[in-house]
C-alpha cells in the first residue's frame, strides 16, 4: 500500500527589503585602510631619522604596523559608516510580494 499525502497552499504577503552587507563593505574599509597605511609608509619616509620622543630609529615595516594601526580601524568605521548611508536609502523602498507557501504532509497506512 502506498502512503497518502496532501498538499496545503497558504498564501501570505511580506515585505521584500534589500540591504547592504555589512560585513563585506567593513571588509573592504579595512582592506583599503590597509592600502592608504602602505602609501603613506611608502611616501613619507620617516625611517631615517631618530624618534625624538623615544630617542630610536624605526624600521619601514615597524613604521607601516604603527601606521596601519590607526588606518585600519578608521577605514573599518568608514566602510560601516557608508553600509549604514546604503541601508537608509535603500532601505526606504521596500516592496509587497505574495508568498505561496507550500506544505506537503505524509499520511502513513495503518497497519
Request: net charge neutral.
Amino acid at each position: 500500500m502506498d502512503a497518502m499525502s496532501h498538499t496545503e497552499h497558504h498564501l501570505e504577503s511580506a515585505q521584500l527589503r534589500r540591504s547592504p552587507r555589512y560585513g563585506r563593505l567593513m571588509v573592504a574599509g579595512a582592506v583599503l585602510g590597509l592600502l592608504v597605511a602602505i602609501v603613506l609608509t611608502l611616501a613619507f619616509d620617516g625611517t631615517r631619522q631618530m624618534s625624538e620622543y623615544t630617542r630610536v630609529v624605526y624600521s619601514t615595516p615597524q613604521v607601516l604596523g604603527f601606521v596601519a594601526l590607526i588606518c585600519i580601524p578608521v577605514g573599518i568605521a568608514l566602510g560601516g559608516a557608508v553600509a549604514l548611508i546604503l541601508d537608509r536609502v535603500v532601505g526606504r523602498r521596500t516592496r509587497e510580494v505574495r508568498i505561496d507557501r507550500e506544505t506537503v504532509v505524509e499520511q502513513l497506512p495503518e497497519a
